[in-house]
Antibody, heavy 118, light 110 residues
Framework: EVQLVESGGGLVQPGGSLRLSCAAS????????MSWVRQAPGKGLEWLAN????????NYVDSVKGRFTISRDNAKNSVYLQMNSLRVEDTAVYFC???????????WGQGTLVTVSS | QSVLTQPPSVSAAPGQKVTISCSGS????????VSWYQQVPGTAPKLLIY???KRPSGIPDRFSGSKSGTSATLGITGLQTGDEADYFC???????????FGTGTKVTVL
């Protein structure tokens, strides 16, 4: 069974940093691009970033470019999101997601809550 | 601000049908496969439709997807109370090189 488990969320002050982790199991992790998606309270879904199978290519949405960094460790079957210079508007539930063999994000983690507040 | 536009809400009685539209552009829906996601508040999104019209295993055939030009549509027939949720379309945008989601539609079963 495919499983994604996020961790690392919590309360952080504006300007602070946080590193999210997503542990994957049940599939050959190194064969898939991986994504991070977030959802602010009461808002829609916002895709943040993805990373290629070997980490050699990454894409970011403008709202996090230069502040967030996606990375992966295929030996640990994990993908990470390093978040720096956090803002109040970064408060959200953060999900990692796995694509299928074609289009779409087929599997999602349960999410981890990040709250940016003083 | 999302590049994919959906109606904020749709509603119908149990057993009826609803359709949800997703309007995009030539750089996203016009060129790439569309997916649809269902999200019950407080839970993670679930993939309902991928490759415009394919259903993952376990998704009932009451859910269907279609695409024409720069728009896509999700249909739900035989509406059930358990279908009350938020629905989002999603697609890769070739110009922005990011994945984009629709604005979301809340389905209410009357």
């Amino acid at each position: 069974e495919v499983q994604l488990v996020e961790s690392g969320g919590g309360l952080v002050q504006p300007g602070g940093s946080l590193r999210l982790s997503c542990a994957a199991s049940g599939f050959t992790f190194s064969n898939y691009w991986m994504s991070w998606v977030r959802q602010a309270p009461g808002k829609g879904l916002e895709w943040l970033a993805n990373i290629k199978t070997d980490g050699s290519a990454k894409n970011y949405v403008d709202s996090v470019k230069g502040r967030f960094t996606i990375s992966r460790d295929n030996a640990k079957n994990s993908v990470y999101l390093q978040m720096n210079s956090l803002r109040v508007e970064d408060t959200a539930v953060y999900f990692c997601a796995k694509p299928g063999d074609s289009s779409g994000l087929h599997c999602w983690g349960q999410g981890t809550l990040v709250t940016v507040s003083s | 601000q999302s590049v994919l536009t959906q109606p904020p809400s749709v509603s119908a009685a149990p057993g009826q049908k609803v359709t949800i539209s997703c309007s995009g552009s030539s750089s996203n829906i016009g060129k790439k496969y569309v997916s649809w996601y269902q999200q019950v508040p407080g839970t993670a999104p679930k993939l309902l439709i991928y490759d415009n019209d394919k259903r993952p295993s376990g998704i009932p055939d009451r859910f269907s997807g279609s695409k024409s030009g720069t728009s896509a549509t999700l249909g739900i027939t035989g509406l059930q109370t358990g279908d009350e949720a938020d629905y989002f379309c999603g697609v890769w945008d070739n110009s922005l090189s990011i994945y984009v989601f629709g604005t979301g539609t809340k389905v209410t079963v009357l």
